[in-house]
């Protein structure tokens, strides 16, 4: 496991992998960053990635390949129905989860969709520990609700809590009882619980909420895409889960859970999406949706290179040797900031390391969107895309009022096998830097909102010219450094 340096001072995360293909990075004079900030709406997704230095806006779709990756996607087999592909991949899917019954779906949220058509119907509510933002646009498009049980602990910033992601099992089995098993649609249970700041869910919390799931007769759903750092965190936080190998860990989940579902641009380091059950009665509910909504069922809506490579990198999520970098190196930049007084989600999680906002800029109210100015600020700063989770990202209430975030963060997420630990300790410095000058940061407000999943394309602009002296301060503090 870790490995431990002569000189304990040294300690740093090593990876077991060398870097054999790179790509050339740019970062611009801070005049620039400041003006693509600006020319971007200040919303870090509507950057141009030839802008950015490095680009933390997500762990999705932009993790590294290995080797095995490349090659497996030499082999593809191009065909619409029947693809040797799509056979790899279940056969990987065999493996990890020891489960027979696989759709394919063309990203995590087409997976959503299909789970929300198959068992949401108006009126009905749907349980999960946290919601994820495509998740719950699809549940509530169709008329469904979701409501939100994680345990209290879990919306506390800084604990030493191993598993802030678990449900308050008492309130799950309340809300059952509240809403009655027959209007509510399934239970979700996120692993590696994104907006909470990709903090896991123990595996004998999950193994409980499927017990009361099983006793009231409602579905149960794993949505697995965090899963990888979550088995990590098992692994490593929970005695039951020492002497059992990852592959016993993802296969008991698969046999106690109705569905499992996952984005493979996190889980499988590829592109595309999974929906497997040991029960084949629940994919037939749903196979349907498949060919309807993304393609036939062999490929659905995915390029087949993307098939092999999610079937290699799945089986490389079973290899702790792999799967402990991306946890290990934000373990590393949480210390960092923690240490200088940052204001940090802890524990580390997985995912990335999540800054809290709301201390960053304590008196800045919800509606000036303190996530996402400190995430103009850290670009401006030092040509770190990170991605608002926050306010902004959520939903307006059908009223139109705003729906203010338990938790203003603002995400660097550290893709795997992607970052050098050097580039790891610019992030801190930067950050560092910021946190020194934080009295600079002002507000954002509107000048483009749209109605559904505003964060993605909504356009803002600064309250003031605070920018501007952010960027001069920089100037002066370092002078010609880009
Ligand atoms: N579920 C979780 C827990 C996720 O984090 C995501 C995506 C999805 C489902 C949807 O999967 O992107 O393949 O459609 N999270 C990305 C992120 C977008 O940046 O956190 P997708």
């Given at each position: 496991?870790?490995?431990?340096?002569?000189q304990p001072e040294n300690q740093v995360p090593l990876e077991m992998?060398?870097?054999?293909?790179?790509?050339?990075?740019?970062?611009?004079?801070?005049?620039?960053?400041?003006?693509?900030m600006q020319d971007a709406g200040n919303n870090?997704?509507?950057?141009?990635?030839?802008?950015?230095?490095?680009?933390?806006?997500?762990?999705?779709?932009?993790?590294?390949?290995?080797?095995?990756?490349?090659?497996?996607?030499?082999?593809?087999?191009?065909?619409?129905?029947?693809?040797?592909?799509?056979?790899?991949?279940?056969?990987?899917?065999?493996?990890?989860?020891?489960?027979?019954?696989?759709?394919?779906?063309?990203?995590?949220?087409?997976?959503?969709?299909?789970?929300?058509?198959?068992?949401?119907?108006?009126?009905?509510?749907?349980?999960?520990?946290?919601?994820?933002?495509?998740?719950?646009?699809?549940?509530?498009?169709?008329?469904?609700?979701?409501?939100?049980?994680?345990?209290?602990?879990?919306?506390?910033?800084?604990?030493?809590?191993?598993?802030?992601?678990?449900?308050?099992?008492?309130?799950?089995?309340?809300?059952?009882?509240?809403?009655?098993?027959?209007?509510?649609?399934?239970?979700?249970?996120?692993?590696?619980?994104?907006?909470?700041?990709?903090?896991?869910?123990?595996?004998?919390?999950?193994?409980?909420?499927?017990?009361?799931?099983?006793?009231?007769?409602?579905?149960?759903?794993?949505?697995?895409?965090?899963?990888?750092?979550?088995?990590?965190?098992?692994?490593?936080?929970?005695?039951?889960?020492?002497?059992?190998?990852?592959?016993?860990?993802?296969?008991?989940?698969?046999?106690?859970?109705?569905?499992?579902?996952?984005?493979?641009?996190?889980?499988?380091?590829?592109?595309?999406?999974?929906?497997?059950?040991?029960?084949?009665?629940?994919?037939?509910?749903?196979?349907?949706?498949?060919?309807?909504?993304?393609?036939?069922?062999?490929?659905?809506?995915?390029?087949?290179?993307?098939?092999?490579?999610?079937?290699?990198?799945?089986?490389?999520?079973?290899?702790?040797?792999?799967?402990?970098?991306?946890?290990?190196?934000?373990?590393?930049?949480?210390?960092?900031?923690?240490?200088?007084?940052?204001?940090?989600?802890?524990?580390?999680?997985?995912?990335?390391?999540?800054?809290?906002?709301?201390?960053?800029?304590?008196?800045?109210?919800?509606?000036?969107?303190?996530?996402?100015?400190?995430?103009?600020?850290?670009?401006?700063?030092?040509?770190?895309?990170?991605?608002?989770?926050?306010?902004?990202?959520?939903?307006?209430?059908?009223?139109?009022?705003?729906?203010?975030?338990?938790?203003?963060?603002?995400?660097?997420?550290?893709?795997?096998?992607?970052?050098?630990?050097?580039?790891?300790?610019?992030?801190?410095?930067?950050?560092?830097?910021?946190?020194?000058?934080?009295?600079?940061?002002?507000?954002?407000?509107?000048?483009?909102?749209?109605?559904?999943?505003?964060?993605?394309?909504?356009?803002?602009?600064?309250?003031?010219?605070?920018?501007?002296?952010?960027?001069?301060?920089?100037?002066?503090?370092?002078?010609?450094?880009?």
């Amino acid at each position: 496991m870790a490995v431990k340096f002569y000189q304990p001072e040294n300690q740093v995360p090593l990876e077991m992998h060398k870097v054999r293909v790179v790509q050339k990075l740019t970062l611009l004079p801070v005049q620039e960053r400041l003006k693509a900030m600006q020319d971007a709406g200040n919303n870090t997704f509507l950057l141009q990635n030839k802008d950015i230095y490095m680009d933390m806006i997500t762990d999705s779709g932009v993790n590294g390949m290995s080797d095995k990756q490349v090659a497996a996607m030499n082999i593809a087999d191009d065909s619409y129905a029947g693809s040797e592909s799509f056979n790899r991949a279940k056969a990987a899917i065999k493996e990890v989860f020891g489960v027979d019954n696989v759709l394919p779906a063309h990203q995590g949220r087409a997976a959503e969709n299909i789970l929300a058509e198959t068992f949401v119907k108006p009126g009905m509510v749907t349980l999960m520990n946290f919601h994820f933002t495509t998740t719950k646009a699809h549940i509530t498009r169709l008329g469904g609700s979701v409501v939100e049980l994680v345990h209290k602990k879990g919306l506390i910033p800084q604990s030493d809590d191993p598993f802030k992601g678990d449900f308050d099992l008492q309130a799950l089995r309340d809300a059952i009882t509240e809403h009655t098993p027959e209007k509510v649609a399934f239970v979700r249970v996120e692993a590696g619980t994104n907006l909470i700041g990709g903090q896991p869910v123990s595996l004998e919390n999950m193994m409980a909420v499927c017990d009361i799931c099983h006793e009231y007769g409602v579905v149960s759903i794993l949505d697995a895409s965090l899963l990888q750092d979550n088995i990590y965190f098992m692994k490593i936080r929970e005695p039951r889960c020492k002497y059992m190998s990852t592959k016993e860990i993802y296969h008991l989940l698969a046999s106690r859970f109705d569905i499992i579902y996952f984005s493979a641009r996190k889980l499988g380091f590829s592109r595309g999406g999974f929906i497997l059950s040991t029960d084949a009665k629940w994919t037939n509910m749903m196979m349907e949706f498949v060919p309807l909504y993304e393609g036939f069922l062999t490929y659905g809506g995915m390029e087949v290179r993307s098939i092999e490579a999610a079937a290699q990198g799945l089986l490389e999520s079973l290899d702790m040797e792999y799967i402990n970098q991306g946890p290990e190196f934000i373990a590393y930049l949480v210390k960092e900031l923690d240490d200088y007084g940052v204001p940090v989600i802890k524990p580390a999680g997985g995912l990335g390391a999540h800054l809290n906002a709301s201390e960053f800029v304590p008196d800045m109210p919800h509606n000036q969107y303190p996530a996402g100015a400190v995430g103009a600020a850290l670009f401006i700063a030092g040509g770190i895309r990170g991605m608002e989770r926050g306010t902004l990202s959520e939903q307006r209430e059908p009223d139109g009022t705003e729906r203010y975030a338990e938790l203003e963060l603002l995400r660097l997420a550290v893709p795997r096998r992607v970052f050098t630990l050097s580039q790891i300790k610019y992030c801190a410095d930067r950050v560092k830097w910021l946190w020194d000058n934080r009295s600079l940061i002002g507000g954002l407000q509107w000048e483009y909102e749209p109605s559904v999943l505003r964060f993605f394309f909504g356009r803002l602009k600064e309250i003031g010219y605070w920018q501007e002296e952010l960027a001069a301060k920089f100037k002066a503090d370092f002078g010609d450094s880009l």
